[in-house]
């Protein structure tokens, strides 16, 4: 047995004006999947009613930030009874509103909200880790999908989306943060080295894009539970379709600047200030992202208001670039990853309905 999407065309009565009568739903049915018949036709008192079965259970749509993706998710959700799944590192954190782009007027569309998931669901206090997030995202899948709603996964974070999608393994290993305060001021070659003599295997598949992520790495290999194959969490079968946005890079670049001057506008030093207040150490701001640290740095007196900008705009730059790497290679890593230009809603819906 499996858990399919139908799509349900009614015709309706007016054949003489088909295409304003055309009217699409999409429902979760669990059946017994058959190969060689993929249409499934159903007599109507009301019409032609015909179902057609899709092998997707999940749409993704993923890109670099600045993209449009979520508004993007927000608007395919809305046209297919779905609901947001965030996939973002740091918008499960409450609180850190600005600085995580978390746009929530954005989960609307035609007048009406789409619910949301896996956002504001920690407090910055708490380190959460990928195992968290993925336990939390598999609780949040069964039951959307429960429900005859279709997930709609949106974010940047690609470590994120590959980890549900695939299922990974990872081991629950707690934050050593004598070790991280320790391993966070060595160079980044000399953490690479590092894990890969502490664990080969390791090394192999962990995202080396940034230092957090090395010191995590290392983090596991010492607790020594990076081979751990048991655990708690049962991964359900997960058939996305993934859809990735993408843009000429100087227009993304564009749209990059004139967002951070928006978040500037709109209070992100206040917001990393009243973190601060809270009694997070500055250090801590460096695993919350560019925008707190550098944000933090300016506040402790370390750097000029200009100089914090400018350092911050070219992180950014610097991290559209990872990201754009990292989704292009998710097609190398044997999945089927669908370009959509400029988050354009109809190029998307053009995408889904390939998969008919």
């Known amino acids: 047995m499996f858990k399919v999407y139908v799509r349900i065309v009614d015709i309706g009565l007016n054949h003489c004006n088909k295409k304003s ?22 007599a109507s008192g009301s019409g032609a009613l015909k179902y ?15 993209s449009g993706k979520t508004k993007l998710a927000v608007q395919i959700a809305n046209r297919l009874n779905g609901e947001i799944l965030s996939a973002d590192s740091r918008q499960v954190y409450r609180g850190m509103d600005i600085g995580t782009g978390k746009d929530l007027c954005e989960y609307a ?5 789409v619910p949301y998931h896996l956002i504001d669901i920690a407090d910055p206090a708490q380190v959460y880790t990928l195992y968290n997030y993925q336990v939390d995202f598999y609780k949040a899948f069964e039951d959307v999908s429960s429900r005859g709603c279709l997930p709609v996964v949106a974010g940047g974070s690609g470590l994120y989306i590959e980890a549900v999608l695939k299922g990974y393994r990872i081991a629950p290993v707690p934050e050593n943060t004598a070790l991280r305060k320790t391993l966070m001021n060595e160079p980044c070659e000399t953490l690479l080295q590092m894990l890969k003599d502490e664990d080969p295997r390791l090394f192999a598949k962990t995202d080396t894009s940034t230092k957090k992520r090395i010191v995590r790495g290392i983090e596991i290999a010492r607790a020594g539970l990076s081979n751990t194959s048991g655990r708690a969490v049962e991964f359900p079968a997960i058939d996305p379709l993934i859809l990735y946005v993408v843009w000429d890079r100087s227009l993304l670049r564009a749209r990059i600047e004139k967002r ?21 150490s500055p250090e801590r701001f460096d695993l919350f992202g560019m925008e707190y640290k550098h944000a933090a740095r300016y ?30 290679g ?8 669908r370009q959509v230009r400029e988050a354009d809603l109809k190029e998307a819906l053009n995408a889904i309905e390939t998969v008919v």
């Not at 057609?52 to 600045?66: E, H, K, S």
């Not at 569309?109 to 909200?113: F, M, Q, R, S, V």
């Not at 998710?330 to 990853?337: K, P, Q, T, Y």
Request: net charge positive; aromatic share 10%; charged share 30%.
């Open 21 to 42: 009568q055309l009217r699409y739903q999409y429902k979760l049915f669990v059946m017994e999947k058959q190969e060689n018949n993929c249409k499934l036709k159903l």
């Open 52 to 66: 057609y079965f899709l092998f997707m259970n999940c749409v993704v749509v993923c890109g670099p930030t600045a």
């Open 109 to 113: 569309a035609d007048g009406k909200a």
């Open 260 to 280: 951070l001057c928006e978040r500037l506008e709109n209070g992100l030093v206040e917001e990393a200030a009243r973190l601060l207040d809270t009694g997070i």
């Open 299 to 328: 506040l402790t007196k370390k750097v000029s208001y200009e100089h914090m900008t400018k350092e911050l705009l070219r992180d950014i730059f610097h991290l559209a670039k990872r990201q754009d790497t990292w989704f292009r």
């Open 330 to 337: 998710m097609a190398r890593r044997g999945m089927e990853v």
